[in-house]
């Protein structure tokens, strides 16, 4: 059952039940059904012998003058038109007898909606959403912001002031728009149409440092768009590096190692118009670490104890000797391979890691281990 079938019914029902209510009396009873700016709806009980019924609405705090309407004995509810916005209204329904005697009356109050705001423009800066300015009116004490589109969307955002944006929208998608003021009596009329469209969506980014000095950017296509611009910014610098492409890739070199580096990204629609933004973080891989020396530990267990300059952005040190034995180094700067053998010949390299991977290897040391004493090439 759809909404118009649904408000058919209720307005059916509440006739009925206001009829039988009534049916023990003479007197008839009215409610306001619904009103709107300049106009105001409303119904009451037929009464079995009436021959019509009369309508007016006078304003409870204005000179203006009362409008009347008339209606035939077979209706039970009816508007009074040329109102005006948030204004106080009695509305008197008198039931009327074929010598235009009034058999019967009641009163009810009830306030137009505010007058009709205007749209001044509307924009999408995400691809969900479009937000919408609009002029505020007296009297208003919320706005009922619409989006509909041709694929059979319906969307109704409450905001209290100007601007308001509508979510949960479709990206690249045409929506009309439209607003109405609210206050305690009820909604005006919708404001004259306008249209736009959202944003692209933003490209999906992956990178990885494949070097020490180097970070790849990767992003599936992006449906509609036609360009990305890509902008680089090392961590606690200004210095920016943008560039734009069609591709959906981007290498970008000559960077600092160890260094975490922002990366944002848009997406631009035929028309030139920027989508959604991203923005990711990825680190480089640290520098190799310099300075390595090597020496024998002369302990109840012989070791090469391997040392090497800290380097920046490692979170992690591998010291690796040819004899296929290795020691790790979360933070100092030093760490001892153990137990070795003597007349062992040692080629060590230092390796940093941190997220982006490990580092290329230290230049290597070599050092030949023997019971008597320690040589060092």
Known sequence: MGSEDLRLLTIILMIMCTSKMCAGQNDITVSVFTVTSKSMTVLWSGQSDASSYNVTATPKNSREQPVFTQFSSSTVMGSVNSLSPNTVYTMRVESMNSSVNVLSSAETEETTAPEVPSIVQAYSKHSDSITVEFREVSGATAYILRAE??????????????????????????????????????????????????????????????????????????????????????????????????????????????????????????????????????????????????????????????????????????ALSSMGQNCTSMGDPFCIISPIGCSENHTLTVMAENQAGPSSPSQPKDLLTCMHYTQIY
């Open 149 to 318: 589109n041709n694929d059979g969307f319906f969307s109704e955002s409450v905001v209290y002031s100007s601007p308001g944006t509508i979510l949960n929208l479709r990206a690249y998608t045409n929506y009309t728009l439209s607003v109405m003021s609210r206050n305690s009596g009820g909604r005006s009329q919708p404001s004259c149409p306008v249209y736009a469209r959202t944003v692209v969506v933003a490209p999906a980014l992956r990178s990885v440092s494949p070097t020490e000095d180097s970070i790849v950017v990767s992003w599936d296509p992006v449906e509609h768009a036609v360009q990305y611009t890509l902008c680089v910014i090392m961590e606690e610098s200004d210095a920016l590096f943008q560039v734009n492409t069609s591709q959906t890739n981007m290498t970008f070199s000559s960077l600092d190692p160890g260094v975490t580096y922002c990366i944002k990204a848009t997406a631009w629609d035929p028309n030139s118009i920027p989508g959604d933004d991203i923005t990711i973080y990825q680190i480089t891989r640290p520098p190799v670490p310099a300075g390595v020396q090597v020496s024998l530990t002369l302990e109840r267990i012989m070791g090469l104890a391997v040392y090497w300059e800290v380097v920046r952005g490692a979170s992690l040190y591998f």
